[in-house]
Structure formats: structure tokens, C-alpha cells
């Protein structure tokens, strides 16, 4: 860890000594179990407390290869691009199921398994520090802000955005009617190209092919699938303002 990128953490996000100690062994390959997998794919990833939970701690202990949060996300915004695509909307599937599917099923797999703010565990006392210490993800969050910038939702923000995320899309839409999803597909379209490109640069033969863009768009599908609340109280102001000037 470098002293001088050192950065306060924001006092309202700890991860309790359980999450840590479940995180850790998620990012060892827990999150690899054909069960898991399915779950988090059904349920658009995990909470917006845990989502961040799981980016915190694999970027704690892999700053340069944030690569299980990668996948999953870039699995479920190609997921989202299915669903809401424009044939989706406007063909063959009628607006009430796009509505439906963008649903998550069931709870967080980490909430269902009883893991909170509170919970206890084993971590020895290194492992949790470095569990818990967010400069790696600010940093990740402040070099690569023009990539998510433009995608945080103007309903979870409190600003005039049109922008949604998926949990204020399916309010949108509940009251507005299925066609405001259409407005909401470019940006869909761009965060998951954008992700895409980020998670092809990780094989040996396009490595450094990612530009701020590409990894900012980690931090808008984690916000778009989980909504933004907790991005925005505890990680993204630590990384620049929230709004554009
Ligand atoms: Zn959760
Ligand atoms: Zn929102």
C-alpha cells in the first residue's frame, strides 16, 4: 500500500470482520460455484451495500486485476441489453416482461446468508485492515470518474439526469409507461461495450487496450444493476464531485 495515495475512507462504509471474511473467499473462487453464479446472475448482482462491499475488497487485494467484479457485472449488462434492447421493447417481447425480468427475484446472496454492517467473523487482523481499507477503489474510482460520471442516475443522485438505474427504471416504468426504457438503451448499450472492452483487457493479448472510459464503466454497471445510494454516501465523493460543474 502507497502512504502518499493514501486517502481517508469514509467513515459510514465499514465492512464488518463476516463480510470481509466472506468477500475474501469469494474473490478466492467461491463466486465460481454454478449455484452462486446463477443466483447473482437472477438477482442483477448484489445490494448496493454488498455490490460495493464485493468492488472494496477485490480491489483492496488485487488493485491491478478487479476481474471477478468485472465479469459478473459485464454478465448482467449484457443481461440488462438483452432484456431492454429494442426488439425486446418493441417486438417480440412485450413491455410488462422486459418490466418483469429487470425484477430481482429473491434477496443479496450475502444479506440472505445473514452477513450485515454488524456481523462477526474470523479475519485475522492484516486481512481485515486491508479488507476495509477503500484507497484502492477511490483511487480506481477517482482516475476513471469521466467513465461513470455520465451514467449516475439523476433519480438516486437527486439531480436532473435522465439517466436511471435499474431499480428507478422499473419505478419509471411502472408509472410512466414501458416505452421510457427505450430512452434509457444507449446508455445501457455504452456502459456495457464500454465494460466489455475493460474485460477483454485483462487477457495477456490486449492488455492495456482499456482506456478511463472502459474501467469507469465498472463503477456505472455496479450503479445501474445495485442502484447508486451507496456508491454516492460513501465511495464516489471521496472521488470527485458527483455532478459535471
Ligand atoms: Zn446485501
Ligand atoms: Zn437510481
Redesign the pocket.
Given at each position: 500500500m502507497h502512504e502518499e495515495g493514501k486517502v481517508e475512507s469514509a467513515r459510514t462504509f465499514v465492512l464488518s470482520n463476516g463480510e470481509v471474511d466472506f468477500l475474501w473467499w469469494f474473490i478466492q473462487g467461491s463466486i465460481m460455484d454454478p449455484g452462486v453464479r446463477a443466483r447473482l446472475y437472477a438477482n442483477w448482482g448484489?445490494?448496493?451495500?454488498?455490490?460495493l462491499g464485493f468492488l472494496v475488497v477485490e480491489a483492496a487485494f488485487r488493485p491491478h486485476l478487479i476481474h471477478g467484479c468485472t465479469i459478473l457485472y459485464g454478465e448482467l449488462m449484457r443481461r440488462a441489453l438483452h432484456v431492454l434492447d429494442d426488439r425486446g421493447i418493441h417486438g417480440l417481447v412485450p413491455g410488462r416482461v422486459s418490466r418483469h425480468l429487470l425484477h430481482a427475484p429473491g434477496?443479496?446472496?450475502?444479506?440472505?446468508l445473514g452477513?450485515h454492517e454488524r456481523s462477526e467473523g474470523n479475519v485475522p487482523p492484516d486481512r481485515l485492515a486491508q479488507g476495509r481499507d477503500m484507497t484502492n477503489a477511490v483511487r480506481f474510482a477517482a482516475d476513471n470518474r469521466r467513465g461513470w460520471l455520465p451514467y449516475v442516475c439523476g433519480r438516486c443522485a437527486g439531480t436532473d439526469s435522465p439517466v436511471l438505474c435499474r431499480l428507478h427504471l422499473i419505478e419509471a416504468m411502472e408509472h410512466e409507461g414501458v416505452q421510457i426504457a427505450k430512452s434509457q438503451h444507449a446508455s445501457i448499450l455504452s456502459i456495457s461495450t464500454h465494460l466489455s472492452t475493460f474485460e477483454n483487457s485483462f487477457r495477456w493479448d490486449l492488455r492495456g487496450t482499456d482506456t478511463a472510459e472502459d474501467r469507469g464503466a465498472l463503477i456505472s454497471a455496479i450503479g445501474w444493476c445495485s442502484g447508486w445510494t451507496e456508491l454516492i454516501r460513501s465511495l464516489l465523493p471521496l472521488a470527485g464531485k458527483i455532478c459535471p460543474p
Open positions: 448484489l445490494c448496493s451495500r454488498h455490490s434477496p443479496c446472496h450475502l444479506c440472505d452477513y
